[in-house]
């Protein structure tokens, strides 16, 4: 009888045991488990802090190259001189300009390719220009005319353009076309200062911010431009899909 209650308890104490070992075993397992699974999340998530810094630095370079090219085409505009000394300066001046402002000229720029952006300013340029010329015609007749047929008066309007860049662009446009200034702008409504009737109902006509919404896609409707331009960058976005 007590041969047996032995038995009986030693088979109770080993089997205890193996009940311990097995517990451990699967602890151990679990623990492995864990510790693999959050060396990967750790992993992955190195890999995604590279590739998230790798991609800011290249979009401040390409901000940066952006807002360079525009700099030093606008200095050889107004410079008029192509020597090595100018070029140089405007090389110098240029770089340390996009240096200290590359994030603000492309900030607020919804998700478009640069390129297109580029490509649309430089169009918009000559258009610039031809209303420049036209607007110191006009403002040479007002001066010249013994009358001096000037009515000058504040103007206000709100643009429908969201972003910095555009309010800033539209701004410039309008201040370096001959009698316009603009003098403040608020929440997006802007106060011009216009030297006669007929150029403040030029600005009202809304064309040149018509111009501006589609250098950089902010237009209230679509143009099939629009549509052509960001073809490829929708080939890109189905082919990783696919």
């Known amino acids: 009888m007590e041969v047996t209650l032995l038995v009986h308890a030693t088979d109770q104490a080993f089997e205890i045991i193996e009940n311990a070992r097995r517990q451990a075993v699967e602890l151990l397992n679990s623990t492995v488990g864990l510790a ?19 991609q800011a630095v290249k979009t401040r370079r390409l901000n940066f190259l952006g807002t360079f090219f525009i700099l030093f085409f606008v200095w050889c505009i107004l410079s008029g001189h192509f020597d090595a000394f100018h070029l140089s300066l405007g090389v110098i001046c240029c770089g340390l ?22 490509k649309r300013f430089i169009a918009y340029i ?11 015609i006009h403002v040479a007749g007002l001066a010249l005319n013994p009358k001096m047929p000037i009515d000058p008066k504040i103007i206000r309007f709100k643009t429908k353009l969201e972003s910095d860049v555009s309010w800033v662009t539209l701004a410039n446009s309008i201040t370096l076309t001959p009698g316009t200034i603009t003098v403040d702008i608020k929440e997006g409504e802007f106060f011009v200062h ?7 109902r030029d600005l009202l006509s809304g064309e040149m911010e018509d111009r501006v919404a589609h ?13 052509l331009d960001m073809a490829h960058i929708y080939g890109l976005f189905r082919g990783i899909g696919g």
Request: zero cysteines; glycine letters at 2%.
């Open 36 to 54: 693999a699974e959050e060396q990967r999340w750790l992993e992955e998530k190195r890999i995604r802090a590279l590739f998230t810094g790798a």
């Open 97 to 118: 300009v996009a240096h200290m402002s590359h994030d603000l000229l492309f900030a607020n720029v919804r998700f478009v390719d640069m390129r297109t952006i580029a």
């Open 126 to 136: 000559p258009w610039l220009l031809e209303q420049i010329v036209l607007a110191n």
């Open 194 to 200: 216009a030297l006669s009737k007929k150029v403040a």
């Open 215 to 227: 250098i950089y896609m902010e237009a209230d409707h679509i143009y099939i431009q629009d549509v």
